[in-house]
């Protein structure tokens, strides 16, 4: 959108028939008033060569520096919290949470000084990732505590045995005092597989990858009638609900269909061969962590 990686925007919904933009605000560069760091929602590189600058709709790109930065740049997930006055927002680049007070803020504000009440990074309680770092997203309130998700990426040793996910527990009202440990869940498990164009994928997640060449993939072949497609899904714990009982269910966004999108050039510079990421091999997976007497 027009305010770039760091933008909020305000609808009104209240006529769903026409819901609108009716204001917002951005946070880069922006204090906050807990003498925390400044926010930092990072870039995307867009100016240069052709490998970096999108095209209109339509168009496809090769979206260089953007292949890396998924996951790693802008929100994550937003929540209000409990008390119904107070905007939560997960930050990927700094890997914490933002906290924003809304009780004087009006749409037509364009000056957000009231924003952000503190920022967690980094935070106390954080996971010991082994081979990579702890990557947050997903947000959620309930009977006055807060959860955040995340996983260890793995990155770094492309090691699935290294890349775990987490869900968080802090308190909203004093969120310095950081983090606990809720549960645990590794990655390593066997899931469904997938069927694409080119038969049954892996019953499996992936680490994290930073480059095409990670992936094991060749280049797709240029002279083929539609774009090649495969998937390597690299886990996003996107989301975080509570059932009735009091079981936890874990939303898990796959990395690379949004690393890739749909019927794209490949990430590596001047590429000019399509890939279809995101058809039929975008590969979420959603997991019920069941309460028991003795926990979860």
Known sequence: GPRGEDGVYVIDYSN????SVVG????QGVAPINGGP???MGTVTRTGSNDYVLGGSGVANVDLDAFDKMGKVS??????????????????NQRGLIQADLRNYVPSMANPSFLPSSVISPALGEPTCVGGVFRPWGLKFKDLRGYLGGVCDGAVSQQITDVVAYVL???????????????SVSMNYTRENNLNGLGFLPER???????????????????????DSGAYAQPILSDIEFTENGSIVLGF???FGHQTGYDQYVPVPSADTLYGGFTSVSSGDMVQVCRTAAGY
């Open 16 to 19: 769903s028939a026409a819901a």
């Open 38 to 40: 400044v926010i930092d």
């Open 169 to 183: 527990s802090f308190d909203p009202k004093n969120p310095a005092l950081g983090f606990s440990t809720v549960l």
């Open 253 to 255: 966004s796959d990395r």
């Open 205 to 227: 997640w992936d680490p994290w990858v930073s480059t095409w060449a990670q992936t094991g993939f060749p280049l797709p072949d240029r002279n083929a009638t539609g774009p």
């Open 24 to 27: 917002g605000f951005d946070l």
């Open 75 to 92: 929100y994550g997930d937003i929540d209000i919290g409990e008390d119904g006055h107070t905007l939560w927002l997960v930050n990927l």
